[in-house]
C-alpha cells in the first residue's frame, strides 16, 4: 500500500478529469464558464461538503470509509485556501479515488463520480 497523500495527489487528477469531462458534456464551451462552474465541485470546501454528502447517503462501503479515514488522517502540507479539517477531508476524497483507481476498480470511481453528479448538484 502506497503512502495516502501518493494516492490523494493521483486522486486530484482523476477527480479533476471527471468533473472537466463532466462540466464539457453539458456543453459549457468557454472556458472561463468552465473554471467558474468547476469550483462547485473542485475546491477544498466543495470537495469536504461532496464527501460529506456521500458519507450521509451512506454510498460508500465500509472499505471506502476506511480509505478514506486513512486519507484524512495523513499528514502532508498545510491548506493554502481552507481549514486544516476541510483540506484534510478534500484529500481524503481524493485518497478514495487514486486507491479506487491503483486498485483496479474504475467502475467504481464511475458509480461515484456520477452520483455525485446525479445527486450532489441538487442539494
Known amino acids: 500500500m502506497k ?16 468533473v472537466r469531462k463532466y462540466l464539457i458534456d453539458k456543453n459549457i464551451s468557454k472556458v472561463k464558464d468552465l473554471t467558474k462552474s468547476s469550483m462547485y465541485y473542485v475546491s ?8 460529506e454528502f456521500l458519507i450521509n447517503e451512506n454510498y460508500l462501503n465500509e472499505e471506502e470509509l476506511e480509505i478514506v479515514r486513512w486519507g484524512r488522517n495523513a499528514k502532508g502540507t498545510k491548506a493554502k ?6 483540506y484534510r477531508f478534500a484529500t481524503s476524497l481524493e485518497c478514495l479515488l487514486g486507491y479506487l483507481y491503483y486498485d483496479k476498480k474504475e467502475e467504481r470511481i464511475n458509480e461515484i463520480m456520477n452520483f ?8
Open 3 to 18: 503512502n495516502a497523500l501518493v494516492y490523494a495527489y493521483l486522486g486530484d487528477a482523476i477527480y479533476e478529469f471527471y
Open 44 to 51: 477544498a470546501v466543495s470537495q469536504r461538503k461532496i464527501l
Open 81 to 86: 485556501h481552507a481549514d486544516i479539517v476541510t
Open 116 to 123: 455525485i453528479f446525479d445527486n450532489y448538484e441538487n442539494n
